[in-house]
């Protein structure tokens, strides 16, 4: 694989890894959408869709049709092969020892909205199955605080549901949007964590 730019994505790759993607999990999971029209696809937005199992990485990509970058714990860049390919596949290291982003990271967040492009930001920040966990406020401060040199102002937060019903031989997969949320300044990073993790309880809530 060539050289992969610490913070672009190789797009082509991506693509054909969503398509293998697709073709393998399609047999298991099947995957009903409700809100699309609720996303922005145009322009930077930070989508934030519950977090149970490793399976929701795959599931938001499947998702949204366009390629997005991923919020990735810092360990899965500690080689080589596992640091190229995740950054071939849209990942952003995140020491969580650390909450505060490494100024590397700062800047690759700065490029990747200055360039139009979407983020997904598990706000739980780790597994939380069953329920729907505290949103960790801190790194959705440091988007705040990007979101002033950008032409629209405002990020848009996209919370996301993600619940799973076993249906062997096999499993049901229903995501759902929500509407967008977005806030002035840093200064409302803890009101508009909470108004997210609501806003996906909302959406994880059984019909």
């Not at 293998?20 to 959408?33: H, I, M, N, W």
């Not at 190229?84 to 020892?97: F, K, M, N, Y």
């Not at 949103?135 to 988007?143: N, W």
Request: hydrophobic content about 35%.
């Amino acid at each position: 694989m060539s050289r992969v730019n610490p913070d672009r994505l190789s797009k082509w790759f991506y693509r054909t890894m969503r398509w293998l993607t697709r073709q393998s999990f399609q047999r298991y999971f099947r995957l009903a959408v409700e809100g699309l029209d609720h996303w922005p696809m145009q322009g930077p937005a930070i989508l934030c869709p519950k977090h149970q199992r490793w399976e929701d990485v795959p599931i938001v990509g499947l998702t949204f049709p366009r390629p997005l970058y991923y919020v990735a714990k810092v360990e899965l860049f500690q080689n080589l092969a596992s640091r190229t390919l995740v950054q071939a596949l849209g990942g952003i290291p995140l020491d969580r020892q650390r909450p505060q982003a490494t100024l590397s990271t700062f800047r690759s967040l700065n490029r990747i909205l200055q360039r139009q492009e979407q983020i997904v930001l598990f706000p739980e920040g780790t597994y939380v199955p069953g329920q729907v966990g505290c949103g960790k406020h801190r790194f959705i401060q440091l988007l705040l605080r990007l979101q002033t040199h950008l032409p629209q102002k405002r990020l848009p937060f996209i919370p996301v549901g993600i619940r799973y019903q076993p249906d062997p031989p096999g499993c049901q997969v229903r995501v759902r949007i929500g509407l967008p949320i977005t806030t002035e300044g840093p200064e409302q990073a803890g009101n508009l964590t909470r108004q997210i993790m609501a806003a996906i309880e909302k959406l994880q809530a059984p019909d």
